[in-house]
C-alpha cells in the first residue's frame, strides 16, 4: 500500500476511508499497542527510570494485520487524537511496526469530516515528544503508585485491594464530604410567610430590624405572628431594574459531563461512549458524510471563526436577526490547568438541526446531540434582558418586620430562547422562569389572607453526583479530560464507592478503611494540592520545560522510602465500621453487617456473649452497605445440618470458596442447580447420589496407594495425580487404558510432552 493512515478505531477508520481514495488504506490500532508488563514494575529506577514496554498480548494481531500493508516505500500516517493519550499511541506504533525508516507523517484533526482530513494530510507534523514524554511520565508515576502501594493494602488492609494516585483523591474527596454528613448538627430555623388576598401573592420574611436574621425558634415565630397581627402591612417600598444575563460557555469534556446528568441522566461513561459515536461518525446521516460533533475531550471553551459564522447563520434564520451577534462573543477558560489546544465541543455543521437527525440516531445520541447544538447556539446569541420587580412590605407593632415578594420578567429572551443552563440544585433552575406580581401601588395597605410560620432545619452538604465529583476534580486541578470519566469508573468497580439510588456517589465500608489508611500513612498521595501540583508538572513536561525523569525521581525515591518504612512499621487497618442490621427474633441477638480482612461479612451475636458469634460472608450480588436484617438472617441460616443419612452421619449445607456445597463425613458435593439456602435433605442425599454415580462412571482405574486415577472427562480419557492432570497417549484404545499398570502411569506421567507457549508468550 503506498499510503497507510492509521486511527484509534475501526468506526473512525471506517469514516475517515470515505473521504480518500485508493491510495489510502485507513487502518485502526484499537488504542494503545504497547504497554508496560502487568506482572513487575515495568520500569527502571536505578536506570533513568528507563520503561520496559511490550507489545500488549490482545494487540499482536493488529501489529501483523497492520505490517501486512507495509512496505519499505509506504508512507505512514499516525493519525491517532491530538492529545497526551493519542500523541503516545502514535509514537508506540513506530517500534512496534518497525517503521522508523519509512516516511512518518504525524496528523491531526478536531472534527472528521472530508475538509478537516484532507487539510491535516496536507499539513502533517513530527510526533510531539514532550506530549508523550508527559504520557510517559503519567502512566510511570501512576504504576509505580499502583505497584508498590496496593500490596501494601493486601498486607496491612485486607487482600485484592488497590490504589491509584488519582482515584485515591476521588476516594477522599466522597469519603471526606460523608464524614461532614456524619458530623452536621441540624440548626432549626422557621419561615414566615404571608398570603394576600386582592390582589393575590406571597411575601417572605427577609429582615427583622433592618438586618438579615434567621428566625430560629417557634417561640420567636410565635413573637412575629403575634406582632403582626396588630399591625397593617404595608407596601412600603418598590424597586424595579432590568438584569442582563448572558449564556454560558460552549462545552469542555468537563462541563458536557455535568449537563448530561443533570439535563439527560447520564453517567459520566455513557456521556463519553455517546460522544465517541457521534464524533467518529458511526451514524449514518443522509447528506452527511462523517462525524456529528468535534473531538469530545478538551478543555478549552473556544470557537473557531467558521463556527461563530455558521452558528450566526441558523440564529438569524431560526430565531430572526434581533438575536444574533454582530460581533463573535470569545470565551476564556477558567479551568485550573487548562491545555489541551482544541476547539471546544461543538456540532461540526450547525445547519444540521438536532430534527434533521433524530431519524437517524438512537435517543442517547440524539438527546447528546441537541443538547451540543443548543448549547453551541446559544453561545452564540444575544444577551437575555430580566425585569426585576421587589415589593417591600412592612408590617409589626414597629414595623420592625421586612417581607419581600420578588416578581421576574423575561423582556428579551435572547439566548435563553434556544437553551438555559441545568443546575445540581433544582430550586436554581427556577431562576430561569418567569414570576408575575400584581400591579400594585406604593403605599397600599394590603389585605392579609394567612401568616404561614414553617418549621426547618438546615441540611447538611449534599453527596456528591458523578457530574459534581468532575466539576470539583476539574477547579481542584485534579486530572484531565481525558480521565474524569475512567477514574468514576473505577472507584465503582473496585467497590470503594457505590451509587445510591438517586445517583448519588456514597463511600462503602471498605472505600473508608482504605481512605484513612493512606491518609494516615500516605498523607501527600492523596492531598489535592499534591496531586494537583504533579498535573501542573505534566503540563510543564508536555511544554518542553522540564524532563520527564527528574519529574518521577523527585516522586518515586522519597515515595519507596515511605513503602518501606510502613511495611515495617504501619499498624494493620482497623475496621470499626459497623453497621447494626437489627435483632433476630429468633436469638435476641443483634445482626451487624462488618468488613473484616477477609471481605464484608454479617454477624450474629457479638464477643461479649456466651457463646461465640456467628457470621456469613457477604457474598458479591449483595453489599455491607446496603444489606437488610431479612437478607443477612438468610445468610446466616449456614453452615446447617439438614438431617442425617442412612448411615447416620450429618447432612451439612455450606458457601464454601468455589460456591455452595453439600459435606457428608469429609466428602464435598458441589451444589450447582439448587438454592443452598432452601435445599431439602432429600435433595442434597439426591445431590450427594448424582455425584457419586458420575464419579464412579468416570473412574477407569483407581491406584489409591499412589493417589492416581484414570478418569474419564468431556475430552476422554486422562490421568489425575493430585490437583494435577495428565494426557494420555492418543494411541492407547480403551483396551490398554485399562491394562495399564502403576509403573507404565507413572512413566506416561515423567514423559508428558512439554506445553507449547503461544506465539508472543514471555519467556
Known amino acids: 500500500m503506498k499510503n497507510l493512515v492509521i486511527v484509534e478505531s475501526p468506526a473512525k477508520a471506517r469514516t475517515i476511508s470515505k473521504f480518500l481514495g485508493r491510495d489510502y488504506k485507513v487502518m485502526a490500532s484499537m488504542g494503545h499497542v504497547r504497554d508496560l508488563p502487568k506482572s513487575k514494575l515495568g520500569f527502571d529506577p536505578d536506570n533513568n527510570f528507563e520503561p520496559q514496554y511490550l ?3 490482545d494487540k499482536t494481531k493488529v501489529i501483523a494485520e497492520l505490517k501486512k500493508q507495509i512496505t519499505k516505500d509506504t508512507t505512514i500516517y499516525l493519525a491517532a487524537d491530538e492529545d497526551r493519550e493519542g500523541e503516545a499511541i502514535a509514537w508506540h506504533l513506530i517500534p512496534a511496526l518497525k517503521i522508523k525508516k519509512n516516511p512518518i507523517k504525524r496528523i491531526v ?3 472528521i469530516t472530508k475538509e478537516a482530513i484532507l487539510n491535516a494530510l496536507k499539513t502533517p507534523r513530527d510526533v510531539d515528544q514532550n506530549l508523550v514524554d508527559a504520557q510517559q511520565a503519567r502512566r510511570i508515576l501512576d504504576r509505580a503508585v499502583g505497584y508498590k502501594l496496593s500490596p501494601l493494602l493486601w498486607k496491612k488492609v485486607r487482600y485484592g485491594l488497590s490504589a491509584g494516585r488519582v482515584q485515591s483523591v476521588a476516594v477522599r474527596i466522597i469519603v471526606d464530604r460523608e464524614k461532614e454528613i456524619e458530623a452536621f448538627k441540624p440548626q432549626e430555623y422557621w419561615n414566615i410567610k404571608l398570603d394576600f388576598k386582592d390582589p393575590t401573592f406571597k411575601a417572605l420574611l427577609a429582615k427583622i430590624d433592618g438586618k438579615a436574621k ?10 412575629i405572628e403575634n406582632s403582626c397581627s396588630q399591625s397593617d402591612y404595608v407596601l412600603d417600598d418598590i424597586q424595579e ?7 454560558a460557555p460552549p462545552f469542555t469534556t468537563s462541563t458536557l459531563q455535568q449537563e448530561a446528568s443533570r439535563k439527560i441522566g447520564f453517567g459520566v461513561k455513557q456521556t463519553m461512549i455517546v460522544a465517541q459515536q457521534l464524533y467518529e461518525g458511526s451514524v449514518s446521516v443522509p447528506n452527511h458524510t462523517g462525524g456529528l460533533i468535534t473531538y469530545m475531550r478538551t478543555d478549552s471553551v473556544n470557537l473557531s471563526k467558521m463556527a461563530t459564522s455558521m452558528a ?16 463573535a462573543r470569545v470565551y476564556k477558560s477558567k479551568a485550573k490547568g487548562a491545555q489541551e489546544a482544541h476547539e471546544a465541543i461543538r456540532p461540526v455543521n450547525l445547519a444540521l438541526k438536532p430534527s434533521d437527525v433524530q431519524p437517524y440516531l438512537d435517543n442517547a445520541q440524539f438527546k447528546l446531540y441537541s443538547l451540543i447544538w443548543k448549547r453551541t447556539l446559544a453561545t452564540q446569541m444575544a444577551q437575555a434582558v ?6 417591600k412590605i412592612l408590617a409589626g407593632k414597629n414595623k420592625e418586620y421586612e417581607f419581600k415578594a420578588v416578581g421576574t420578567k423575561i423582556v428579551f429572551a435572547g439566548f435563553m430562547k434556544a437553551y438555559t443552563e441545568g443546575s445540581d440544585d433544582p430550586e436554581a433552575a427556577l431562576d430561569n422562569t418567569e414570576k408575575f406580581l400584581p400591579n400594585i401601588k406604593q403605599g397600599t395597605i394590603l389585605n392579609l389572607d394567612k401568616l404561614t410560620k414553617e418549621q426547618n432545619f438546615t441540611k447538611p452538604p449534599a453527596r456528591y453526583t458523578e457530574a459534581s465529583l468532575v466539576k470539583k476534580l476539574e477547579a481542584e486541578g485534579i486530572g484531565r479530560p481525558s480521565t474524569y470519566a475512567p477514574t468514576i469508573a473505577t472507584i465503582q468497580a473496585r467497590e470503594y464507592i457505590i451509587k445510591t439510588d438517586d445517583k448519588k456517589l456514597k463511600p462503602t465500608l471498605i472505600g473508608t478503611v482504605v481512605n484513612d489508611f493512606l491518609v494516615e500513612h500516605f498523607s501527600h498521595i492523596v492531598d489535592l494540592g499534591f496531586t494537583a501540583k504533579i498535573e501542573e508538572e505534566f503540563d510543564e513536561i508536555a511544554e518542553g520545560k522540564r524532563l520527564w525523569q527528574d519529574v518521577i525521581k523527585e516522586f518515586y525515591f522519597p515515595f519507596v522510602k515511605n513503602i518501606e518504612d510502613k511495611e515495617q512499621n504501619a499498624p494493620r487497618a482497623k475496621f470499626s465500621d459497623v453497621k447494626e442490621l437489627g435483632i433476630d427474633p429468633a436469638t435476641n441477638k443483634v445482626v451487624t453487617a462488618r468488613v473484616g480482612q477477609y471481605g464484608p461479612y454479617v454477624q450474629l451475636g457479638t464477643k461479649e456473649d456466651e457463646e461465640k458469634p456467628k457470621i456469613a460472608s457477604i457474598p458479591s450480588n449483595l453489599s455491607a452497605n446496603t444489606i437488610t436484617l431479612e437478607e443477612a438472617l438468610v445468610l446466616l441460616q449456614l453452615p446447617k445440618v439438614l438431617g442425617v443419612d442412612e448411615d447416620g452421619n450429618d447432612v451439612k449445607v455450606n458457601i464454601g470458596r468455589f460456591g455452595p456445597y453439600i459435606q457428608i463425613k469429609s466428602q464435598y458435593f458441589s451444589i450447582k442447580d439448587d438454592d443452598p439456602y432452601t435445599i431439602t435433605l432429600d435433595r442434597a442425599l439426591e445431590v450427594a447420589k448424582e455425584i457419586k454415580e458420575q464419579k464412579a462412571k468416570a473412574l477407569i482405574k483407581d491406584f489409591p496407594d499412589e493417589k492416581i486415577q484414570i478418569l474419564t472427562g468431556r475430552y476422554g480419557a486422562y490421568i489425575k495425580q493430585g490437583r494435577k492432570n495428565f494426557k494420555l497417549p492418543k494411541k492407547l484404545d480403551e483396551q490398554d487404558i485399562k491394562a495399564l499398570t502403576i509403573d507404565e502411569v507413572k512413566d506416561i506421567i515423567k514423559n508428558q510432552p512439554k506445553t507449547r507457549r503461544t506465539k508472543g508468550a514471555k519467556k
Open 109 to 111: 484533526f478536531h472534527e
Open 386 to 391: 430580566v425585569a426585576n420587580t421587589t415589593y
Open 55 to 57: 507489545v500488549s498480548r
Open 312 to 327: 450566526k447563520d441558523v440564529i438569524t434564520k431560526e430565531y430572526g436577526k434581533e438575536y444574533a451577534l454582530s460581533k
Open 214 to 223: 434567621k428566625v430560629r425558634t417557634e417561640v420567636e415565630a410565635n413573637e
Open 241 to 247: 431594574k432590568q438584569s442582563k444575563r448572558n449564556p
